[in-house]
Nanobody, 126 residues
Framework: QVQLVESGGGLVQAGDSLRLSCVAS????????MAWFRQAPGKEREFVAA????????IYADSVKGRFTISRDNAKNTVYLQMNSLKPEDTAVYSC???????????????????WGQGTQVTVSS
């Protein structure tokens, strides 16, 4: 089992930056791909970014490419999402997820992730 706890959300202005953190329990964190998804009110959940188990491979949604950076520290069982140049349309609940399989490549498909955190709210005002 993997438990995930996100932090770092908040209320910021357009153009500001935030860094989200997600701490995982369990000994298999370093073997799992990790990702961030987000969901805005009234909208479907969407993929944001994902990273391979060893941190060597990352993928991003087109809407955040060049502004967001996903990274991980396996020694700390933590994955991060650095968000720069935030826009009002980035407002959403951001959830950290862990892949179902070990040593798997990161994907943008939510069905590949079995473990979900409770989410952290990010609000960007214009």
């Amino acid at each position: 089992q993997v438990q995930l706890v996100e932090s770092g959300g908040g209320l910021v202005q357009a153009g500001d930056s935030l860094r989200l953190s997600c701490v995982a329990s369990g000994r298999t964190f370093s073997s799992r791909a990790m990702a961030w998804f987000r969901q805005a009110p009234g909208k479907e959940r969407e993929f944001v970014a994902a990273i391979s188990w060893n941190g060597r491979s990352t993928i991003y949604a087109d809407s955040v490419k060049g502004r967001f950076t996903i990274s991980r520290d396996n020694a700390k069982n933590t994955v991060y999402l650095q968000m720069n140049s935030l826009k009002p349309e980035d407002t959403a609940v951001y959830s950290c997820v862990a892949s179902a399989r070990l040593y798997y490549s990161p994907t943008a498909d939510s069905r590949d992730y079995d473990y979900w955190g409770q989410g952290t709210q990010v609000t960007v005002s214009s």
